[in-house]
């Protein structure tokens, strides 16, 4: 037969010949996985949370190169009030907008889901774009650390 797998038949100590795994084998099985998970689960975790920071930079330095241009054309960084939605729709008497600035049909969340924090002027520079990183909150170290923007 060409093609087709044929499991080997087990006899068992009645005689009868059966087919399949048994609950041992199975448990065995089972705990290799486990193992392996235990070892790989958490290499792999950490890839994606640095995968997430390193989405956040990406962005923020989009949003910076953006706001560069948004600079050119109106002479001023967007207010605070404004923010970053200054770069996708004309702020009501902005003479010399040329945009949108941002590529899609709004400003984008960071890669947590939240909303990036604008300030203009920046406490070390003209603007400052935050991201609170995993925790959401000021501060923080590893993936939990704030991505920030602006140091000029």
């Known amino acids: 037969m060409v093609g087709r797998l044929v499991w080997p038949?087990?006899?068992?100590?009645?005689?009868?010949?059966?087919?399949?795994?048994?609950?041992?084998?199975?448990?065995?099985?089972i705990t290799i996985i486990g193992m392996i998970m235990a070892l790989v689960g958490p290499r792999v975790l950490n890839y994606l949370s640095?995968?997430?920071?390193?989405?956040?930079?990406?962005?923020?330095?989009?949003?910076?190169?953006?706001l560069d241009l948004?600079?050119?054309?109106?002479?001023?960084?967007?207010?605070?009030?404004?923010?970053?939605?200054?770069?996708?729709?004309k702020p009501s008497g902005a003479v010399g907008w040329n945009g949108p600035y941002l590529r899609?049909?709004?400003v984008p969340s960071d890669p947590w889901s939240?909303?990036?924090?604008?300030?203009?002027?920046?406490?070390?520079?003209p603007f400052e774009i935050i991201s609170l990183g995993s925790d959401g909150q000021e501060g923080g170290s590893g993936t939990a650390a704030d991505v920030v923007v602006g140091q000029r």
Do not use: C, H, N
């Not at 995968?51 to 953006?66: H, W």
């Not at 939240?114 to 520079?125: D, F, Q």
């Open 50 to 66: 640095d995968s997430k920071v390193k989405t956040a930079r990406i962005q923020l330095e989009s949003f910076s190169s953006a």
């Open 9 to 29: 038949k087990r006899s068992s100590r009645s005689g009868r010949s059966e087919a399949g795994f048994t609950l041992v084998e199975m448990l065995v099985v």
């Open 114 to 125: 939240r909303s990036y924090i604008y300030r203009s002027p920046g406490e070390r520079g």
């Open 70 to 89: 948004y600079f050119l054309d109106m002479g001023r960084y967007p207010t605070s009030s404004e923010g970053l939605s200054a770069l996708m729709q």
């Open 104 to 106: 899609g049909g709004a």
